[in-house]
């Protein structure tokens, strides 16, 4: 059964730096998805990507994050200068439509 | 804005026994509802969702849940759980009012399945 990859499954970043998180969505999908959790918090939807464009964003998803579908199989999610706050399980997820939604396994970053 | 409540933040079973995870959602609109399972060290797995129709809505292992429109509930049921069901489980609804396409998660109930 096809899944969502996603890599690395645990990066530990320094305060300040740069990250790539880096996902391969079904192959078929057309809507990918980034979401978050923090340690003990809900699960909170990042930002939604469609037609190689960002269909929507919540507040979260400030100048310092950015999407990317480099080419025809990545998806990937940048955080420009890291915080400690940033420190969380990071999913993502893609969609052959709009209303399901397939994760991935998840990718724990750790600011420090 | 929408919402979802999972009261239980930890429920333990007999293996065997019947299961009842509760789910309540605030949300103006046609709800699309969603439970979600996470066992350790994987991704959020899609059991079942209900978008219209019969408000009993079959899942994959065994699961099934029951939409409740006057009690804006979604409980997630399995008449008897198998130790391999110990995991965390996440009720969400979609949020797709005005295009949108986020779905909005409870905080998880773990379920610890006892021999």
């Known amino acids: 059964e096809p899944e969502v990859t996603q890599t690395p499954s645990h990066q530990v970043t320094q305060m300040g730096q740069e990250v790539i998180l880096r996902c391969v969505p079904i192959s078929n999908h057309l809507y990918f998805y980034w979401y978050r959790q923090i340690l003990g918090q809900k699960v909170e939807f990042l930002v939604s990507?469609?037609?190689?464009?960002?269909?929507?964003k919540s507040e979260i998803f400030d100048d310092q994050f950015s999407v990317e579908r480099p080419d025809g199989s990545n998806f990937t999610l940048k955080i420009r200068s890291t915080k400690l706050e940033d420190s969380a399980m990071y999913f993502c997820a893609s969609g052959g439509l709009a209303y399901e939604q397939y994760f991935g396994p998840g990718t724990r970053l750790t600011v420090t | 804005a929408q919402s979802v409540t999972q009261p239980d933040i930890h429920i333990t079973v007999s293996e065997g026994a019947s299961l009842e995870l509760r789910c309540n959602y605030s949300y103006g609109a046609t709800p699309y509802l969603f439970w979600y399972v996470q066992s350790p060290g994987q991704g959020l797995q899609l059991l079942l969702k209900y978008f219209s129709g019969d408000t009993l809505v079959q899942g994959i292992k065994g699961f099934e849940a029951e939409f409740k429109r006057s009690q804006s509930s979604f409980n997630l049921r399995k008449p008897s759980v198998h130790w391999s069901d110990a995991a965390e489980y996440f009720c969400a609804v979609g949020a797709f009012q005005g295009g949108s396409e986020k779905l909005v998660f409870g905080k998880g109930t773990k379920l610890t399945v006892n021999p």
């Open positions: 990507f469609y037609n190689n464009e960002i269909s929507e």
